[in-house]
């Protein structure tokens, strides 16, 4: 069957490119048989065993760059597609091939990576239409880009100072450092120490004078769990907002326990900010609601998972720590009533993304309690959202691949491209995209 499309396609590439791809879809799908069928392809049509090693580097390396590739070869865009219709699954090619491109490093320069946060209402924000066409613009500007029929989302999730040092013990000198990455209770943590081989099951450890934890267990993976002993409200004292490891700091600043979070943060659980809601200021919501577009809380409370970067080879074996979220009866009705109505849902955040397509069964939203561990890849089938407001994220991360899934590979390539080419800010303090 391979074969077969391969030939099919003679009039739309040449077959040097028809190889290649044939190349790419076998090593990723790990069929040795089709594999050596396509290789045998190969000395007839002029591709030689160079190319084809870099091929099969580009299909199996997670650090390969298929922007250098494709720059050797500009129809190896079109090789995705004879891939695709090469496989009697093309969703399995959309996870794995579409998939490992657009985790594959967009080659942001590390002098555009966003250290300070910029003046909430004035970033600057891309405006992204699929296929191609892109306008720059102010955030200020956000309100009118809306229409007043939208619904508007946003994730009221609070951002909790989830670094806490504890201090040193016996003879250490250098306090533990402990990452909280997931409650399990109102007490009781899953967390990250550092240095782990420092803490033990059994252990106290002591973080003021108010406030202590036990150690209750310590998995194989390093995972340390803790039953906290003292006022909660001592966390938000002690502790220090965890942010990314890109955003380079001397020492914890107490201003970034204001600016690493949203103006319209409630409900306390997240280790990490949805950061597309960064660039709100209530002046601007009141602007939104004075447009007549309706705006709709939902919850999901940002853990680690959502940031862990995509190393596997097949981005199908990746796997997304579960995180909690809520979307109460007010919110799943109003939700409703605008589908119901036509209107369009407009998602600050892929948070928000994640939290609505995962909360929608059979076209109907549906309220309450649960946690999701929803994986978006390029191929997914959207249900939920129609447009979406978001940052610029890291290469290999999830984030980057929902974005790509819910615009396009491509679309988003070209616009990474000509965010570099601007010097638009990149990451968590850095400026906006809004994809119409």
Wanted: hydrophobic share 40%.
């Amino acid at each position: 069957m391979l074969r077969e499309n391969l030939d099919q396609a003679t009039t739309v590439v040449g077959l040097d490119v028809k190889v290649l791809a044939g190349v790419v879809f076998t090593e990723i799908v790990a069929d040795s048989a089709l594999a050596a069928d396509v290789r045998a392809l190969a000395p007839k049509n002029g591709v030689t065993e160079a190319q084809l090693d870099e091929a099969r580097r580009f299909a199996k390396a997670g650090d390969a760059s298929p922007a250098g590739l494709l720059g050797r070869y500009p129809k190896m865009r079109a090789a995705l597609v004879l891939a695709r219709a090469a496989s009697p699954s093309p969703a399995e090619i959309d996870a794995r091939v579409v998939g490992r491109l657009a985790v594959a490093g967009v080659g942001d320069p590390p002098e555009l990576i966003a250290q300070e946060p910029r003046e909430r209402g004035r970033s600057r924000m891309m405006v992204v239409t699929p296929p191609d066409r892109i306008e720059h613009d102010n955030f200020a500007s956000f309100p009118e880009r809306l229409a007043p029929s939208d619904l508007l989302v946003i994730n009221d999730t609070r951002v909790i100072p989830a670094r806490l040092y504890a201090e040193p013990r016996g003879a250490m000198q250098r306090r533990i450092e402990l990452l909280l990455t997931r409650q399990l209770d109102e007490r009781t943590w899953e967390s990250w120490a550092k240095p782990a081989k420092r803490v033990r099951a059994g252990d106290t450890l002591r973080f003021s004078d108010l406030l202590g934890a036990h150690v209750l267990d310590k998995r194989e993976d390093g995972t340390v769990i803790i039953h906290f002993e003292g006022p909660l409200d001592e966390i938000e004292r002690v502790g220090v907002p965890p942010l990314p490891p890109y955003i380079e700091r001397q020492a914890p600043r107490e201003s970034d326990k204001e600016s690493y979070q949203t103006v319209y943060a409630a409900e306390r659980g997240a280790i990490a900010a949805p950061t597309a809601g960064l660039h709100f200021t209530r002046e601007i919501l009141d602007r939104i609601a004075a447009r007549g577009v309706e705006i709709v809380r939902i919850t999901l409370h940002v853990g680690i998972g959502t940031f862990k970067p995509v190393k596997v080879d097949d981005v199908a074996d990746h796997r997304m720590d579960a995180e909690r979220y809520e979307i109460s009866e007010d919110a799943a009705e109003r939700l409703n009533r605008a589908r119901d109505e036509g209107r369009k849902i407009v998602a600050v955040g892929t948070t928000s993304v994640r939290t609505l397509e995962s909360a929608i069964a059979e076209g109907r939203f549906n309220p309450g309690r649960r946690e999701t561990s929803i994986f978006i890849t390029p191929g997914y089938e959207f249900k939920a959202v129609d447009k979406l407001l978001t940052n610029f994220h890291l290469p290999e991360s999830t984030l980057l691949m929902l974005v790509s899934a819910f615009a396009g590979v491509e679309t988003i390539r070209n616009a990474y491209a000509e965010a570099i080419a601007k010097s638009y800010l990149f990451y968590s303090y850095g400026d906006c995209m809004f994809i119409t």
